[in-house]
């Protein structure tokens, strides 16, 4: 399978099956299992500062930034806060692919960006007749979760320990 994709401007050209194979998702598939879940991915381009989800969305999509990057961006009612910037490799949106939970900020381009994309509903068609490669997707997702509450667990400490060393004085 050989699909390029162009899209407006942008000169980005990613086969699906090497954007899987080389995401978080593709880490433990074996050749003929990353052709299956291939099959049912598909890519997205997007134009620099254009939403891939606004803030409040329902989805039950996996993203996968293959290039660019995804701002998340949280409207503050006095302008837009940059919260975190997703990078090529980095999952989007893999807790409200779960349970569909409203997204807490939007998901802008910064740049030519290009996202690989895997519905919930297309990877429960596998559950039957592919329980491996739903057991293996279902592992890298939990993975990634668990390093984003690492992360976020370790910036609290130090935050605190920066707090209890100042004094509490901001």
Known sequence: MSILLLHR?????????????????????????????????????LADGEVLLPEGARDALLHVVVQGRIHVVKDSGHGRTILHTLEPGDLVGELSFMDEVPRYAALLASGPTEVLCLERSDIETLVDREPRVVYKVMRAIMRVAHRVQRDISRELHEFQNWVYRNGAKL
């Open 9 to 45: 401007d942008l000169t980005l050209m990613t086969n699906p099956i090497d954007a899987l194979r080389s995401s978080p998702l593709g880490a433990e598939l074996t050749p003929s299992e990353s052709t299956v879940l291939a099959e049912r991915v598909h890519l997205k381009t």
